[in-house]
């Protein structure tokens, strides 16, 4: 059996079928859903956004930190996460976390809403899904996911960019009214730390509006896109997450009746949260580049101001006697903490965005 209609970012599930009920009325309409059940796909997109933010920008910041940062300063996630915690406190998992406070809640609406558009519209032109009995085939899932990944991609560009030039910063994070460590420079300059041996870091930014006024002020406000097409490069993988999502789920629909079925909520989450492996499994090697380039200080000149370089930088990495194997894992430098992440962002987001729609009485749209 098919999806539902509308679906999610990485590390979330659309529903399955059988997960509600659906009334033989809203079945009759869903091949033709009006402007205000659109609109509740964008509305709970909202909603799951910020639950994706709030549960997984830690093992966010612990992904950039290890890809960007220089060869050899962690040994792994965990090294990254303690080295964190002891020296920047564990607020500092949460710096850059403001502008996809914002930034993520409009893009998962925009994700959710554009890919629940194009399936209806892929279901009406292939005579697919509603009340038809056909599903809507696995290619036009991938279509739809990779339209939705483009479209998304106009908000997140600038947003990352602010969130991963605040996490690039080393200085410790304070509760509001705890006294900081002594300062030199001002307030955005250094911030000398205690720990494990003193050290200064250096701090760009006072906030991610002072980021993106510094980008615009030296490169326009065109320079909040300057990393496009690698974000578009990055998020093409959204065809990938959503092609599987269907296929994982017609998986374990076919094992109703065996002594492996699962119900269909558990099928959501597992099929959700195996789809975002397949989709960070496709997407990191991209990811580490858009990084790379979004960690350009501005008003310095750029290190990689293109994918190439930012490619070139990573494949050089290992050193000129490294075989290519271990040049291919320096792509995939993060994908711990990404593999982390994906159950639990899946299952937090998956409830919060299906319950929206239930509060909201959402239309489904179901393959028999």
Known sequence: ????????????????PGLTKVLPSTEKKSNNEGSSG??????AGTASGVTKLLNGHPFDSIKVRMQVSPQGTYKGPIDCFLQMARKESLLGLYKGASPPAVGWAVSDSILLGTLHNLRLQFSRMTGTGGDTGKPLPVQYHALAGLGAGWTNSLITTPTENLKTLLQMQFQRVHLPGVRSFATSGGPASTVTMSGSGAETAARH?????DAAQQIIKHHGVIGLWRTLPATLTFRASFAVMFGSFEVFNKAFANLKGTPYEVSPSIATLLSGGLAAECFWLSALPADNIKNMMMADIPGEKPKYPTMRSAFVQIWNRPGPDA??????KMFYTGFTPCALRAFPVNAAALFVYEGCMELMGAERTVSK
Do not use: E
């Open 205 to 209: 930014f006072t906030g991610p509006i």
């Open 1 to 16: 059996m098919a999806a539902q209609s509308r679906g999610d970012g990485p590390g979330m599930a659309s529903a399955t």
């Open 323 to 328: 075989g290519v194997l271990r040049r291919i």
């Open 38 to 43: 659109s609109l509740k796909g964008y509305a």
